[in-house]
Nanobody, 122 residues
Framework: QVQLVESGGGLVQAGGSLKLSCAVS??????MAWFRQAPGKEREFVAA????????HGVDSVKGRFTISRDNAKNTVYLQMNSLKPEDTAVYYC?????????????????WGQGTQVTVSS
């Protein structure tokens, strides 16, 4: 059984940092990604990373502040979030695609974690 379990969310002040983790069990995936969804808003694609380490960037608003990485030996993907802003407040989801697609093809992500809340106070 495949499971994606996020951790590392919490409450942080603006300008602070958090590092999210997503531990995967059951199988490994070529493409792993982070998405987020704020209350009343559509889900956003934050970033993705291929098994090789190649990254695909998502929303422009996090470029230069968020970095995705993975440890294949641990079957874990990370999201380092720096210079956090109140508008980064959302539930952050880890996702994986079971097929061999482009990591930027957001329609192909079919395995999801339960999400972890990130709240940035001003």
């Amino acid at each position: 059984q495949v499971q994606l379990v996020e951790s590392g969310g919490g409450l942080v002040q603006a300008g602070g940092s958090l590092k999210l983790s997503c531990a995967v069990s059951g199988r490994s995936f070529n493409c792993m990604a982070w998405f987020r969804q704020a209350p009343g808003k559509e889900r956003e694609f934050v970033a993705a990373i291929h098994w090789s380490g190649a990254m695909t960037h998502g929303v422009d608003s996090v470029k230069g502040r968020f970095t995705i990485s993975r440890d294949n030996a641990k079957n874990t993907v990370y999201l380092q979030m720096n210079s956090l802003k109140p508008e980064d407040t959302a539930v952050y989801y880890c996702a994986a695609t079971g097929g061999y697609y482009s990591c930027g093809d957001v329609r192909r992500y079919d395995y999801w974690g339960q999400g972890t809340q990130v709240t940035v106070s001003s």
